[in-house]
């Protein structure tokens, strides 16, 4: 008997640990697999000095379009630089304008879909003027922006920030229109609460679930969308690499370098693939609908 | 009393009127029209006492008990007239932050469903903290022990660990006895309780009611239980008022109204309730369904008349006042001598 409650104590002391290990293997495999491919092109960002083999501007005409190599893992391009490097330090910039596409997009449009949702009289302005914006095919709403700014990364964080907003202001303002009707909320104001400390307190963390899901989509959609305009030279422009500008240089030897627009195509999938993937356990995860499928 | 360290446990219940609505008319203003959903109503309470505001679903009695925290969502719903006074001080008149400041501290509300009623990522500790950080200067530690020992007088077990569960970890009756906890955690004079174990299996129905009786006792505060259940008014109500479509049509102490109900929708409430002494096959509904707000604009006499075994060609053409039957009784009938003679007939 002494030993079986001995076994019982010992369980409870290391349950906590038990139970936060069942949660990773809980988490489904897509948030582990999706997670693992988006933590690779951010290491990728970050260590890119490290990683990189060659100066990825050093432009040496000698080595033009050479093939993948021990030396040029991944080819050359037409002006002989190091596709390998080129596409690490590429990274830098996808991250850096993804993540910060992010973060402005979500605190903006978290900020307008509160005051939206809450202030009913508020609503119907702010969300006709979001409406308007997103009628607008975000890529082409971003190349106008960048036509009237100049082409330069903080002008495509800028064009992208102001398509995305929308998006996030409607996901956050649809889920505080039904937070607000909760009994808790009237319970909040029944002891007293202001709005100021109803809306940080218990409207806020109650949307950041489906928030959490559309920024890993926002991520993914500003990689491509700062590939894109790269691409057709509204983005980052050269010598500076991006994967954008790095396929648009490709372009034009498609058919005697397959290297130089198949490899910054492969690592664009891979990320854009690992947020979706990651987006998509999210959203399970967090759906308390989905509750009886952990 | 233990408890007087607390602050709690003033027994000193003398008759001063805590809670004194006149007149409350609370609308709700929709494209169809106003909808008088609290038409004229006048009541009070004294401290220690308990009433309980009984009637049909739709009747008005919910949105009376918003109204008197000024809590009814604005718009489409309006208080338009009345005074509310609570300890004297027109609750209609404050400002915004004044008002903020009377709820939760002076007058506290406990809801029927206490899941929904509590915030699914505060954990209990935090979402009790909340009502002490707000109406006093007490620091996050003296508001934790205030929670805590207010988690073991209401009869919570294993306080501590209870301090860090989130609602959905406890059963319905834990979380009840936790709703009562923020209600009575800032000391308030009057409780508003919204049909509090209407959620709940019936033994710890029980268990809530004596604990609110409990309470009760112990605070000295004023009750307002909102209940369509009359086992829980015969159970907890001093006296009883009784709502049909937005008006008082009965007011009685709680032995006179189920002795003698002097207004035949109170007597008819009584007949539709099951009890031990009533005979097989003797329950009876209420004929028809009460009327809608909308359906009221255009009603002269009597709102109940169209489903009254007793109504009259008076009733239908003239609303009859609120009269008094005895000097604690009032009904709103003009009848009320009948509804009383019929059932010393049976």
Partial sequence: ????????????????????????????????????????????????????????????????????????????????RDVYSR?????????L??????????????????????????????????????????????????AALGASAQNVIIALTVSFVPHTARVVRGKVLSV????????????????TRIILRYILPNTLAPLMVQATFILA?????????????????????????????????????????????????????????????????LDPRMENNR | MTYSATGF????????????????????????????????VSFHIH?????????????????????????????????????????????????????????????AMIFQEPLTALNPILNVGNQLSEVILR???????????????????????????????????????MRQRVMIAMALLANPALLIADEPTTALDVTIQAQILELMRDMRDQTGAAVLMITHDLGVVAEMADRVIVMYAGRIVESAPVRTLFASPAHPYTLGLMRSTPNLTTQRGELSAIPGLVPTLAALKDMEGCRFAPRCAFASQKCREHEPPLENASNDQSVRCWHWDQVLASQVAV
């Avoid at chain 1, 596409?87 to 991250?95: D, E, F, L, N």
């Avoid at chain 1, 954008?244 to 240089?249: E, F, S, T």
């Avoid at chain 2, 219940?13 to 038409?39: M, P, S, W, Y």
Wanted: aromatic share 6%.
């Fill in chain 1, 221 to 285: 959609l500003a990689i491509i969308a700062e590939a894109g305009l790269s691409y057709i030279g509204a983005g980052t422009p050269p010598p500076t690499p991006s994967w954008g500008n790095i396929l648009a240089d490709g372009r034009a030897f498609l058919n005697n370098a397959w290297w130089m627009t198949t490899f910054p195509g492969i690592f664009i999938m891979i990320s854009v693939l690992g947020l979706n993937i990651l987006g998509d356990g999210l959203r399970d995860l």
């Fill in chain 1, 1 to 80: 008997m002494q030993n079986g409650e001995a076994n019982v104590s010992a369980t409870a002391q290391t349950s906590k640990r038990v139970s936060l290990l069942n949660r990773l293997y809980g988490l489904n495999g897509r948030i582990l697999f999706g997670g693992a491919l988006v933590l690779f092109i951010v290491i990728l960002a970050i260590a890119a000095p490290l990683l990189a083999t060659h100066d990825p501007l050093r432009v040496r005409m000698s080595d033009r379009l050479l093939p993948p190599s021990f030396d040029n893992w991944l080819g050359t391009d037409n002006n002989g």
């Fill in chain 2, 47 to 107: 401290a220690g006492e308990t009433v309980a505001l009984v009637g049909e679903s739709g009747c008005g009695k919910s949105v009376t008990a918003l109204s008197l925290l000024r809590l009814v969502p604005n718009p489409p719903g309006e208080i338009v007239g009345g005074r509310i006074l609570l300890d004297g001080d027109d609750l209609l008149e404050m400002s915004q932050s004044e008002i903020e400041d009377v709820r939760g501290d002076r007058a």
């Fill in chain 1, 87 to 95: 596409i690490v330090y590429g990274a830098r910039i996808s991250v």
């Fill in chain 1, 180 to 195: 607000r009707e909760e009994t808790y909320v009237e319970s909040a104001r029944a002891i007293g609460l202001g709005d």
């Fill in chain 2, 135 to 173: 109406h006093t200067k007490a620091s996050k530690r003296e508001a934790r022990a205030l929670v805590l020992d207010m988690l073991k007088r209401v009869g919570i077990s294993d306080p501590e660990s209870r301090l860090k569960a989130y609602p959905h970890q406890l059963s319905g009756g």
């Fill in chain 1, 97 to 146: 304008v993804g993540s910060a596409v992010v973060i402005l997009s979500t605190f903006f449009g978290t900020l307008i879909g509160l005051i939206a949702g809450y202030y009913r009289r508020m609503d119907g302005p702010m969300m006709r003027f979001m409406d308007a914006v997103m009628t607008f095919p975000s890529i082409l709403l971003a190349i106008a922006i960048i």
């Fill in chain 2, 9 to 40: 446990g003033s027994q000193d219940q003398n008759n001063a009127k805590v809670l004194q609505v006149e007149n409350l008319e609370t609308h709700f203003i929709t494209r169809a029209g106003v909808l008088k959903a609290v038409d004229g």
